[in-house]
């Protein structure tokens, strides 16, 4: 191969070469944050220092919940800030055998505006979200879901959530295995389970144990 012809060649080669790099640093970064990567973790011991340090405002905002939730309604709710939820989830709370599975509502990135129309299934109002927004913050959490176990989302990492599981009675024996993995579920008392999800990848598992 003469000179002309290296040029070109190497320079297109230097080209795949920077092209791949990039796309590999690209992939890297994305694989990071849905792993966490960029986000704090964390341990049992900090969340149920944080549940104990707020048990009382997570107590109200339940109450609260509890209070504006239709009788046959499943909500959960995750709020991004003030006027931005950042998903929202309506179910049937029906156990007939004709309920269809698929939730009624489910859409992401709402504005208060946006979701008028469907709050007035739930005989919501703008104000009803601010009271539940206000009060997650003072509980130092992001969201809730309707249920027994109330289900109380705690922080993100990444696409990973961390939940306090609360129940209204203790939980019972024949339940204890199912909400003490030590993957997913964190067995720490009857009425409280720490929970993991990982979203649609990464770990399902707590990072960072340690009690």
């Not at 990567?37 to 944080?50: M, R």
């Not at 049937?92 to 939730?103: F, I, Q, R, W």
């Not at 964190?186 to 990848?201: P, Q, R, T, W």
Request: net charge positive.
């Amino acid at each position: 191969m003469n000179k002309k012809n290296f040029k070109p060649l190497l320079i297109v080669i230097s080209a795949i070469i920077g092209v791949l790099i990039i796309g590999c640093i690209a992939w890297g970064i994305i694989v990071t944050y849905a792993f966490g990567g960029f986000d704090k973790t964390y341990n049992i011991d900090e969340l149920v220092a944080n549940y104990n340090k707020k048990s009382k405002e997570i107590k109200d905002v339940r109450e609260y919940f509890n209070s504006i939730m239709p009788k046959h309604k499943k909500v959960d709710i995750e709020f991004e800030d003030i006027g931005k939820i950042s998903r929202l989830e309506i179910e049937s709370a029906d156990t007939g055998k004709n309920v269809n599975l698929a939730p009624e509502f489910l859409d992401w990135n709402l504005s208060y505006q946006k979701a008028d129309s469907i709050l007035t299934v739930l005989g919501w109002t703008t104000n009803s979200l601010n009271i539940l927004k206000e009060k997650l913050d003072n509980a130092n959490c992001i969201s809730i879901a309707s249920g027994e176990p109330c289900k109380i989302g705690f922080k993100r990492s990444g696409m990973g959530m961390y939940f306090f599981n609360v129940f209204d009675k203790p939980i019972p024996d024949k339940l204890r295995a199912r909400y003490n993995d030590s993957c997913t579920y964190i067995y720490v008392n009857k009425k409280l389970i720490l929970e993991y999800g990982g979203g649609a990848v990464g770990s399902q598992c707590f990072f960072n144990k340690r009690r």
